[in-house]
């Protein structure tokens, strides 16, 4: 059976956008899917950026302790749920990343509200590392969020500008996954604009 893992940041609206299309489509198909985590923060480390994207890998820097921690405590489902429970805030609802949004998401699924913290330890950061460093060694060199691996062949992407109807999503991830078994394959892109139309629930 295929297996399919896909690399988040969580501050990626392109990888929000991906992560709900994969597991939508992998519903429709009893695809198995592995939520991974990657790190905008870490990637960028010691590059010029403007103050917008300053902020934004701080946001990456510090939602990645988070997201690492309950990875370590409660494995690689919990990940996925609590990515999706400040996913919705964060992407679809805009609300501030602050401590009132963390305190809703841990409760929303049943976690420890001392996770909180985590956030502003820095103790963390060196296991948000190996979890970016485990991203770019699937992939097989250097790139952003989102990344996808079918058993064990990775791509950057898909990057999408909104999410697809199911049908269309269950065509994307067999083609997706059909590339992926040609070891000759390396790129297919085109133009788009960004960022992506963000929907709660499109269909």
Same mark, same amino acid.
């Given at each position: 059976?295929?297996?399919?893992?896909?690399?988040?940041?969580?501050v990626c609206p392109f990888a929000w956008v991906a992560s709900r299309w994969l597991l939508d489509a992998a519903e429709a198909t009893q695809t198995p899917v592995t939520l991974r985590q990657m790190s905008l923060a870490v990637l960028n480390?010691? &590059?010029?950026?403007?103050?917008?994207?300053? !902020?934004?890998?701080?946001?990456?820097?510090?939602?990645?302790?988070?997201?690492?921690?309950?990875?370590?405590?409660?494995?690689?489902?919990?990940?996925? @749920?609590?990515? !999706?429970?400040?996913?919705?805030?964060?992407?679809? $609802?805009?609300?501030?990343?602050?401590?009132?949004?963390?305190?809703?998401?841990?409760?929303?699924?049943?976690?420890?509200?001392?996770? !909180?913290?985590?956030?502003?330890?820095?103790?963390?950061?060196?296991? %948000?590392?190996?979890? $970016?460093?485990?991203?770019? &060694?699937?992939?097989?060199?250097?790139?952003?969020?989102?990344?996808?691996? %079918?058993?064990?062949?990775?791509? $950057?992407?898909?990057?999408?500008?909104?999410?697809?109807?199911?049908?269309?999503? %269950?065509?994307?991830?067999?083609?997706?996954?059909? !590339?992926?078994?040609?070891?000759?394959?390396?790129?297919?892109? @085109?133009?788009?604009?960004?960022?992506?139309?963000?929907?709660?629930?499109? @269909?």
């Amino acid at each position: 059976m295929t297996d399919v893992e896909l690399y988040v940041d969580p501050v990626c609206p392109f990888a929000w956008v991906a992560s709900r299309w994969l597991l939508d489509a992998a519903e429709a198909t009893q695809t198995p899917v592995t939520l991974r985590q990657m790190s905008l923060a870490v990637l960028n480390e010691g &590059k010029d950026l403007d103050g917008k994207h300053q !902020a934004m890998m701080e946001r990456s820097r510090r939602l990645g302790r988070l997201l690492g921690a309950v990875a370590d405590e409660h494995g690689p489902d919990a990940f996925a @749920r609590m990515y !999706a429970s400040i996913g919705t805030r964060m992407h679809v $609802h805009k609300t501030e990343m602050d401590a009132g949004m963390i305190l809703e998401a841990l409760a929303e699924n049943g976690l420890d509200e001392a996770l !909180a913290e985590t956030v502003d330890r820095a103790e963390f950061d060196d296991a %948000v590392r190996q979890a $970016h460093e485990a991203s770019q &060694k699937v992939l097989g060199g250097s790139a952003g969020s989102p990344i996808i691996a %079918v058993d064990g062949h990775a791509f $950057h992407g898909p990057v999408l500008t909104r999410m697809p109807t199911r049908d269309d999503g %269950v065509r994307l991830l067999d083609a997706v996954i059909d !590339a992926a078994r040609v070891p000759e394959f390396a790129v297919l892109q @085109r133009p788009y604009q960004g960022p992506p139309v963000l929907e709660e629930d499109p @269909r």
